[in-house]
């Protein structure tokens, strides 16, 4: 889900293989994608929960997709 809001943020996926060799080849080295590099206006929290969701090591992204949907709840209602 992480995925999908940063392609709906930023208008392409996050990742866009060439070649099957690129898609099952690692990715560790690359960048990871931070929302605020196009979207600095975005709350800070929306950008942590989005790129927690993104985050290359499971033990580093949110536990549940219920505490995924809790930090989107929280950053949509810090910003209204």
Same mark, same amino acid.
């Given at each position: 889900?992480?995925?999908?809001?940063?392609?709906?943020?930023?208008?392409?996926?996050?990742?866009?293989?060439?070649?099957?060799?690129?898609?099952?080849?690692? $990715?560790?080295?690359?960048?990871?994608?931070? %929302? #605020? *590099?196009?979207?600095?206006?975005?709350?800070?929290? @929306?950008?942590?929960?989005?790129?927690?969701?993104?985050?290359?090591?499971?033990?580093? $992204?949110?536990?549940?997709?219920?505490?995924? %949907? #809790? *930090?989107?709840?929280?950053?949509?209602?810090?910003? @209204?």
């Amino acid at each position: 889900l992480g995925h999908i809001l940063i392609h709906l943020l930023h208008g392409q996926p996050m990742f866009t293989p060439t070649s099957r060799e690129e898609l099952r080849a690692p $990715r560790g080295n690359e960048a990871h994608y931070q %929302v #605020a *590099a196009d979207h600095p206006d975005a709350p800070a929290v @929306l950008q942590q929960a989005i790129e927690r969701a993104t985050a290359r090591h499971p033990e580093q $992204r949110h536990a549940s997709m219920s505490a995924f %949907v #809790a *930090a989107l709840d929280t950053a949509v209602a810090l910003d @209204l």
